[in-house]
């Protein structure tokens, strides 16, 4: 099998440096086939590569929402909430009783969602100030 790529002649190739697969021009030829390219767009010099290797990918693989496993993304929440649970949201109260996931509407922090429940009588809301630790089912006492 032979090709048509000669030294000065243009080729798709993986740029190392714009991380995209653009023209280049072959710069240096080894046994037909390129060997050191020149990306057309940043003028870098590297190695002809067609596309970047496999396992360089998945060794590169970011994994972002890792991060986000453990915290409920505030703005996520909110924005998956009808008008009607928001208005039907939970009037936060000391004495109260919440659940996890249960939405809230705080006298001063607003909108609420309910992430862990983390004893009988504390709960932990995400507010969109951040997350804040809450009583709750805190017994009216005398008097009071
Ligand atoms: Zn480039």
């Given at each position: 099998?032979?090709?048509?790529?000669?030294?000065?002649?243009?080729?798709?190739?993986?740029?190392?440096?714009?991380?995209?697969?653009?023209?280049?021009?072959?710069?240096?030829?080894?046994?037909?086939?390129?060997?050191?390219?020149?990306?057309?767009?940043?003028?870098?010099?590297?190695?002809?590569?067609?596309?970047?290797?496999?396992?360089?990918?998945?060794?590169?693989?970011?994994?972002p929402q890792k991060v986000k496993v453990q915290e409920i993304?505030?703005?996520?929440?909110?924005?998956?909430?009808?008008?009607?649970?928001?208005?039907?949201?939970?009037?936060?109260?000391?004495?109260?009783?919440?659940?996890?996931?249960?939405?809230?509407?705080?006298?001063?922090?607003?909108?609420?969602?309910?992430?862990?429940?983390?004893?009988?009588?504390?709960?932990?809301?995400?507010?969109?100030?951040?997350?804040?630790?809450?009583?709750?089912?805190?017994?009216?006492?005398?008097?009071?």
């Amino acid at each position: 099998m032979t090709n048509n790529y000669t030294a000065g002649g243009n080729i798709e190739a993986w740029c190392t440096k714009c991380k995209l697969e653009l023209g280049h021009t072959i710069v240096a030829m080894v046994a037909n086939s390129p060997k050191r390219v020149k990306c057309n767009t940043c003028d870098s010099l590297h190695n002809f590569r067609a596309k970047p290797s496999e396992k360089k990918r998945l060794k590169s693989k970011k994994s972002p929402q890792k991060v986000k496993v453990q915290e409920i993304d505030y703005n996520e929440c909110i924005s998956r909430l009808t008008d009607t649970e928001l208005s039907n949201a939970k009037k936060y109260r000391t004495e109260g009783s919440f659940e996890k996931n249960e939405i809230i509407n705080h006298s001063r922090f607003g909108i609420g969602i309910v992430s862990s429940v983390i004893q009988i009588n504390k709960i932990e809301i995400l507010f969109k100030d951040g997350p804040k630790l809450l009583v709750q089912n805190r017994e009216a006492g005398p008097g009071v």
